[in-house]
């Protein structure tokens, strides 16, 4: 199957920043881009769970993928923004560098994430995608965000 045949179906990925690193998730569950805003604490909830916000009647739990990551400088400038997803008809938002654009892969251009052992947590890696100078960690953002931690906030939050 050639690359370049525009009949060939793509998967789009919508990518992103977090530090120096780059990430795509899945488009289909990208509900709008929203500039950063302050959201409401929620007490005892892990530090990467900024709070939630009110988006139109729903209130929306953000996390901060910066600091779930443990990436260190997880300030706020002009190009913060958060990615509000829809995940099995939940709403919730996540909190990132920067979106860079939506790129459209054949699934074999998603290679295998290689094993990294039980050190790093790497479930929610879907693999990685080597797109023109830049390599994509393509992310299982409902894996990733169906955790235990976050069906605390929701309840807290209700």
């Given amino acids: 199957m050639a690359f370049n045949d525009p009949n060939t179906a793509r998967d789009e990925y919508l990518s992103f920043r977090l530090g120096t690193e780059e990430y795509a998730i899945d488009i289909l569950q990208v509900q709008e881009i929203r500039a950063h805003e302050p959201a409401t604490r929620i007490a005892n909830a892990?530090?990467?769970?900024?709070?939630?916000?009110?988006?139109?009647?729903?209130?929306?739990p953000i996390v901060d993928l910066r600091v779930k990551f443990g990436l260190a400088n997880a300030g706020v400038d002009a190009f913060t923004v958060m990615i509000i997803l829809n995940i099995g008809g939940r709403m919730m938002g996540i909190v990132v560098d920067a979106v860079s654009d939506v790129v459209a892969l054949l699934p074999e251009q998603v290679r295998p994430a290689p094993n990294l052992g039980a050190a790093v947590e790497s479930g929610f890696i879907r693999g990685l995608a080597p797109v023109d100078q830049r390599m994509?960690?393509?992310?299982?953002?409902a894996r990733l965000l169906t955790s235990g931690d976050l069906a605390m906030v929701e309840k807290a939050a209700a």
């Avoid at 892990?46 to 929306?60: A, D, E, M, S």
């Avoid at 994509?136 to 953002?141: E, H, T």
């Fill in 46 to 60: 892990p530090t990467y769970i900024k709070g939630v916000i009110n988006l139109r009647g729903h209130i929306v």
């Fill in 136 to 141: 994509l960690i393509v992310v299982d953002i």
